[in-house]
């Protein structure tokens, strides 16, 4: 007897499509898993051994031998016992229906799932990259964990079928195989997404109306949801849809840069950082408000579009950050102490673990006291600080991974903290100086777009609340501006903004005038920059005209450039 149907495994973030074989036949009472399992899978035999006769079924005493195909991946997901487990119910006869309508049902339907001993359907990490994989391999139905399809319920052009247990999937496998008349005095009613008190532990969730997974270049407030049709185990009513659903991408934050007073050229320089998504380090004495600056970063960040959504929340969904909240709705903030390992920061382990890098895709990484990491950790920015990818090598092959983050790194003058501090005499040698500053590599700083001076606030701008200071929202709204004015000039390209504009764009997209190159060639001779600080400046002038939604880079545009580049 012979059974197959597909699961799924991850792949460093992505997710694998699994066919997963079942063949029993006669001989003594074995039950193996072949295809380069892991251990978690190899255990699967126990727990849907015990899942099966816990959930009312017979667990066959024969020969049975589960083949995970491709044998060249190793499955390292305990979301295949959903599918080994009715893979050997179908196969031993104890899944009702016809063989031809069983066989075309799970031909287009993904299984995934971890199983407790009695049979409960457990969420896993990582449903959501392996659903997105299903998908882009036209499978268009999932069956899942009730938890697991509140988050999938959300991603267009798949229906999701949630249950709280094996013997719930069945139920509902069973009710798609064999129709069965509803006797209307009996039927349940659902509402507005809510089931039946008597059936609450049942499957709640359906099918999604389609709508093309493209998502938008537009800075939308909120995103539209497709409509959802509720299903229980007892019966479909395909009437029922939640109209109201809709994702807030400009979720509310608890804190806001009307709060930081005066620093206004380090806000200015957040200002133009969250505007051209460029990396910046700020360089100040302790209480200054370096650390409340990089905080507030993200809430004058533009909204996400529908792409980064799916993508921000598949990346947090594979570590198990993502829980039963749905999907992620506002821009990743990470803040690593400076502690962190190599392998935290880049990714590392067996499987590639995504590191704080990744995790901050679409979002901020702030490093605070930069100078304390270790050199090592800092110097593995380079290539995600240039490229916005990470590559890990590992000897199972190699993973790359999104890093499109914007770096905000904070970092003292010396040791002590007051190396020219105007209020508190420096306690450090130069020697002391020269070798704290010289931690961040020449090659690191030469990446970072903007270098902001931070000074400690006077009594008389802490004191000061008529001043009208610059709010989260003020700020949001000019960037949102610029950032439209990005995406126009740069549509039909593979970037948008303009801190990741190639070399050999720059002078083609930037619209520099002829004065403003004059200027910036003078700068060259006098600074001796770099190439890459060179094309840094430009990118820095283009921001920063844009905020003025000129179209043109000016030379006040390219002077102001240099004075968050040098200082002067």
């Known amino acids: 007897m012979y059974a197959k149907l597909n699961g799924a495994t991850l792949h460093g973030i992505d997710g694998c499509i699994i066919t997963v074989e079942v063949d029993i036949s006669q001989g003594l009472p074995v039950f193996d898993i072949v295809g380069l399992p892991n251990q978690s899978v190899k255990?699967?035999?126990?727990?849907?051994?015990?899942?099966?006769?816990?959930?009312?079924?017979?667990?066959?005493?024969?020969?049975?031998?589960?083949?995970?195909?491709?044998?060249?991946?190793?499955?390292?997901?305990a979301g295949l016992d959903l599918a080994i487990a009715l893979g050997v119910l179908l196969a031993s006869g104890q899944i009702n229906g016809r063989k031809a309508k069983i066989s075309a049902l799970f031909d287009k339907s993904l299984f995934m799932g971890e199983l407790a001993l009695d049979g409960s359907l457990l969420p896993t990490f990582g449903t959501l990259a392996m659903s997105l994989a299903g998908l882009d391999a036209n499978y268009s139905k999932i069956y899942t964990s009730i938890e697991n399809g509140k988050v999938l319920q959300s991603i267009p052009n798949l229906t999701i079928y949630g249950g709280s247990s094996l013997q719930g999937i069945i139920t509902i496998l069973e009710e798609q195989i064999k129709p069965k008349v509803?006797?209307?005095?009996?039927?349940?009613?659902?509402?507005?997404?809510?089931?039946?008190?008597?059936?609450?532990?049942?499957?709640?969730?359906?099918?999604?109306?389609?709508?093309?997974?493209?998502?938008?270049?537009?800075?939308?407030?909120?995103?539209?949801?497709?409509?959802?049709?509720?299903?229980?185990?007892?019966?479909?009513?395909?009437?029922?849809?939640?109209?109201?659903?809709?994702?807030?991408?400009?979720?509310?934050?608890?804190?806001d840069f009307g709060d930081v007073q005066g620093q206004e050229l380090g806000k200015r320089a957040m200002l133009i950082s969250a505007a051209g998504h460029h990396h910046c380090i700020m360089i100040g004495p302790p209480g200054g408000g370096k650390t409340m600056m990089a905080e507030r970063l993200p809430t004058i960040l533009p909204p996400m579009t529908w792409n980064e959504i799916v993508e921000v929340s598949r990346i947090q969904d594979v570590i198990g950050l993502l829980g039963d909240n749905g999907l992620v709705k506002s821009r990743p903030f990470r803040h690593p102490h400076h502690t962190a390992t190599l392998a935290s920061m880049v990714g590392g382990g067996i499987q590639g673990r995504p590191g704080e890098v990744t995790l901050a895709h679409g979002g901020v990484l702030f490093m605070d006291e930069a100078p304390e990491f270790q050199r090592q950790v800092?110097?593995?920015?380079?290539?995600?600080?240039?490229?916005?990818?990470?590559?890990?090598?590992?000897?199972?092959?190699?993973?790359?991974?999104?890093?499109?983050?914007?770096?905000?790194?904070?970092?003292?003058?010396?040791?002590?903290?007051?190396?020219?501090?105007?209020?508190?005499?420096?306690?450090?040698?130069?020697?002391?100086?020269?070798?704290?500053?010289?931690?961040?590599?020449?090659?690191?700083?030469?990446?970072?777009?903007?270098?902001?001076?931070?000074?400690?606030?006077?009594?008389?701008?802490?004191?000061?609340?008529?001043?009208?200071?610059?709010?989260?929202?003020?700020?949001?709204?000019?960037?949102?501006?610029?950032?439209?004015?990005?995406?126009?000039?740069?549509?039909?390209?593979?970037?948008?903004?303009?801190?990741?504009?190639?070399?050999?764009?720059?002078?083609?997209l930037c619209n520099i005038t002829d004065k403003a190159w004059s200027v910036l060639g003078n700068i060259f001779?006098?600074?001796?920059?770099?190439?890459?600080?060179?094309?840094?400046?430009?990118?820095?002038?283009?921001?920063?005209?844009?905020l003025e939604e000129n179209p043109k880079v000016e030379p006040h545009h390219i002077s102001e450039a240099m004075l968050f580049r040098t200082g002067k």
Do not use: W
């Open 43 to 77: 255990e699967a035999r126990e727990r849907v051994r015990a899942a099966i006769k816990n959930s009312g079924y017979e667990f066959p005493m024969r020969r049975i031998v589960v083949n995970l195909a491709p044998a060249t991946i190793r499955k390292s997901s």
């Open 182 to 255: 509803v006797d209307k005095n009996k039927q349940i009613s659902i509402k507005k997404g809510k089931v039946d008190k008597h059936n609450a532990n049942k499957s709640i969730l359906g099918p999604l109306e389609s709508m093309p997974l493209t998502g938008s270049n537009e800075n939308l407030d909120t995103i539209s949801k497709p409509q959802v049709t509720m299903i229980s185990n007892n019966c479909v009513d395909t009437s029922v849809t939640d109209e109201s659903i809709t994702i807030k991408t400009n979720q509310p934050y608890t804190v």
């Open 378 to 508: 800092i110097d593995a920015l380079r290539q995600p600080l240039e490229s916005r990818t990470i590559t890990i090598n590992r000897s199972q092959g190699n993973y790359i991974y999104p890093a499109n983050f914007i770096c905000i790194l904070a970092a003292n003058p010396c040791p002590c903290g007051y190396y020219h501090d105007p209020y508190k005499e420096c306690v450090c040698t130069e020697t002391m100086v020269k070798n704290y500053q010289q931690r961040l590599s020449g090659p690191i700083m030469d990446r970072i777009d903007l270098h902001i001076p931070v000074e400690r606030p006077t009594l008389e701008q802490l004191l000061d609340t008529s001043s009208s200071n610059m709010t989260s929202e003020s700020m949001r709204q000019q960037v949102i501006m610029g950032t439209a004015m990005q995406q126009k000039r740069y549509e039909g390209f593979d970037f948008n903004s303009n801190g990741a504009v190639p070399h050999k764009a720059i002078s083609e």
């Open 525 to 546: 001779d006098h600074f001796h920059l770099s190439g890459r600080a060179f094309d840094r400046i430009l990118k820095v002038a283009r921001t920063i005209a844009d």
